[in-house]
Nanobody
């Protein structure tokens, strides 16, 4: 069974940096795509960035260079997925989710992802 457990988030001040983490249990597949998304009440889940099994990265057009996605192996059973956000802004206030899907297709489209973390709230104060 696939598990994604998130950590990080909380309240931060505008202009600072933020790091979110997601521990992903190893998925028994050769092609796994991991990604970061966010959602505010009443709006659709917005894709931010994805990282494919070969390490290739895609960012959504709305990400203006302040977001960095990365992944590292954390032992034989876990992958640690990270999102760093630099110079956070009040409009970054949202609930952030990590997601996973199996397959070669790997872009930050929330509708294509089937495994999700529990979400973590980020509140940015000005």
């Amino acid at each position: 069974q696939v598990h994604l457990v998130q950590s990080g988030g909380g309240s931060v001040e505008a202009g600072t940096s933020l790091t979110l983490s997601c521990a992903v249990s190893k998925i028994p597949a050769d092609t796994v795509c991991l990604g970061w998304f966010r959602q505010t009440p009443g709006k659709r889940r917005e894709g931010l960035a994805t990282i494919a099994h070969d390490g290739s990265v895609k960012y959504s057009d709305s990400v203006n260079g302040r977001f960095t996605i990365s992944q590292d192996d954390a032992g034989n059973t876990l992958t640690l997925l990270t999102l760093q956000v630099d110079n956070v802004k009040p409009e970054d206030t949202s609930r952030y989710f990590c997601g996973a899907r199996v397959g070669l297709w790997c872009r930050p489209d929330a509708e294509k992802f089937i495994y999700w973390g529990q979400g973590t709230q980020v509140n940015v104060s000005s």
